[in-house]
């Protein structure tokens, strides 16, 4: 009897310290934060569940969601507990100036995807930094010039497709799908010196449309709980293909580019580039860095999102 009784005065003592414990994290981000100030919903700094609402519930639909709240609260608003989002393009070059020294990435985004070893997944600013670097030579404005008549060859074939689709009166093409077949088409032909052709796939049905669209919902299941990654890559191939079979293509990537291709590609090259790996032989390692934006800012000064 004395063991039950002891039993719940642990439960009980627990339990008030887990309500003392919200009462006063409620109370520090609502008024004690250092971005207290700012405004925004109060929900939305109070809990990242304001955010997971929206992007889960309301699929993807935080993104939008934040456009309406600069309508209503200004320039800068407050989105969740540890984040500002400004809509100003005179801030760019206050976030983005060089020389501002050294700046990780914000884990907490840079987990959507599984804190998979890219360059857009990288945290710590030298490592990101040296993949970074990596690929900066495949995007020059030379190298790019030189594939050009690649795009346009592709650009031409999907226009060909369209003017049977104009020719034949009644008949209705799914753009999206045309998009994401000239596109996969570009960048595997680009990244992989084979492109998967999916230009010429009746009515574009043979595309990663599905595919993306399936790691793009998962992707923000993830922001909110990283370790869903983690267990997708433990789970066997024929149980993804049983549970969600259009996110194979995206899963089974890494296999298809090694059976179309025979030697080492900038992707691989980016992707198992760690701090103590050498460059591979022959490479140019005399690139410039090059970024691209956020506006989504969290409260810690030395992370950013992108």
């Known amino acids: 009897m004395g063991m039950i009784l002891l039993g719940g005065a642990y439960l009980a003592f627990g339990a008030g310290a887990f309500v003392v414990y919200l009462v006063a994290l409620a109370v520090y981000r609502l008024y004690l934060s250092p971005i ?11 809990s990242n569940w304001y955010e997971f609402y929206y992007d889960v519930v309301r699929q993807g639909g935080f993104t939008w969601h934040i456009q309406e709240l600069h309508k ?41 995807f599984g804190y998979a070893s890219d360059s857009f997944s990288t945290v710590d600013h030298d490592l990101h930094r040296q993949r970074r670097k990596a690929i900066s030579p495949f995007f020059s404005v030379a190298k790019i010039a030189d594939f050009q008549p690649v795009i346009a060859a592709k650009v031409g074939r ?4 369209l003017d049977v689709y104009a020719a034949n009166t009644g ?22 010196a084979k492109s998967y052709d999916q230009l010429e796939s009746p009515d574009f049905a043979d595309t990663l449309h599905e595919a993306l669209v399936a790691i793009y919902v998962t992707g923000h299941f993830a922001l909110h709980f990283p370790v869903v990654f983690p267990i997708l890559d433990l789970l066997p191939e024929w149980f993804v ?10 899963v089974g990537l890494r296999k298809v580019r090694g059976q179309k ?3 080492p590609t900038w992707c691989y090259m980016v992707s198992n580039l760690g701090p103590f790996r050498t460059w591979p032989k022959g490479y140019d390692k005399s690139a410039t860095a090059s970024t691209r934006a956020t506006r989504r800012w969290p409260i810690q ?4 999102r992108c």
Request: overall charge positive.
């Open 261 to 263: 291709t025979h030697t």
């Open 158 to 161: 999907l226009c060909e497709k």
């Open 171 to 192: 008949a209705v093409v799914r753009l999206s799908r045309a998009w994401m077949a000239l596109t996969t088409d570009v960048i595997t032909e680009y990244a992989f």
């Open 36 to 46: 207290a100030k700012f405004p925004g919903p109060k929900l939305a700094a109070l």
């Open 241 to 250: 293909k049983w549970g969600q079979p259009e996110i194979m293509p995206v």
């Open 301 to 304: 000064q030395s992370s950013t």
């Open 72 to 112: 209503k609260y200004g320039p800068i608003v407050r989105i969740t507990p540890t984040e500002l989002h400004i809509d100003d393009p005179d801030y760019y070059d206050v976030l983005y100036a060089r020389g501002t020294g050294r700046r990780n990435k914000y884990a907490y985004f840079s987990g959507r």
